[in-house]
């Protein structure tokens, strides 16, 4: 897809097609949407949420959700598998990682040790499959665990 000055990237068109695609199921024009809303939602924002000129945020995911009676969990997931998105995981320096003296990272600076004296290369992309194994050897949720690596380790993302 062409990048513009206004892209707001795939997940995003993927979204705007999928309202697109909820409102004209129903055959409902954006103007019938907006008047529906209560004021929620202008034929404009719409317009522009549907042909991804801006990104939507949760609030208007929640408004547009009830209007189309959909979770926007499911407008998201059914955005996600249109472009087969997947999740791409986090870069970690193994060197820096090896030398981290933070607590909850100590089992995370002993696998970086291994990982490196294997010969693995220094950076290395973590797969979301092992940054959750990571996560459990520290203790930690991925979420928490991806947080301490880019704060406390100065790992890339």
Not at 28 to 46: E, F, H, Q
């Amino acid at each position: 897809m062409a990048k513009t000055d206004t892209d707001t990237g795939e997940l995003a068109h993927a979204v705007g097609t999928e309202l697109q695609a909820h409102r004209e199921k129903r055959g409902w024009s954006r103007p019938a949407v907006a008047a529906c809303s209560d004021g929620n939602v202008s034929t404009k924002g719409l317009q522009s949420a549907e042909k991804a000129t801006r990104s939507v945020s949760i609030r208007q995911l929640e408004l547009v959700g009830h209007l189309y009676a959909i979770r926007p969990s499911e407008l998201l997931l059914r955005a996600e598998r249109r472009i087969s998105w997947e999740p791409v995981g986090v870069a970690v320096d193994l060197d820096i990682l090896a030398e981290c003296r933070h607590d909850v990272l100590r089992p995370a600076a002993q696998w970086a040790r291994q990982e490196r004296d294997t010969g693995s290369l220094t950076v290395r992309l973590l797969a979301p499959v092992e940054l959750a194994s990571l996560a459990r050897r520290c203790r930690v949720d991925p979420a928490e665990l991806t947080l301490l690596l880019t704060t406390q380790a100065q790992v890339t993302r």
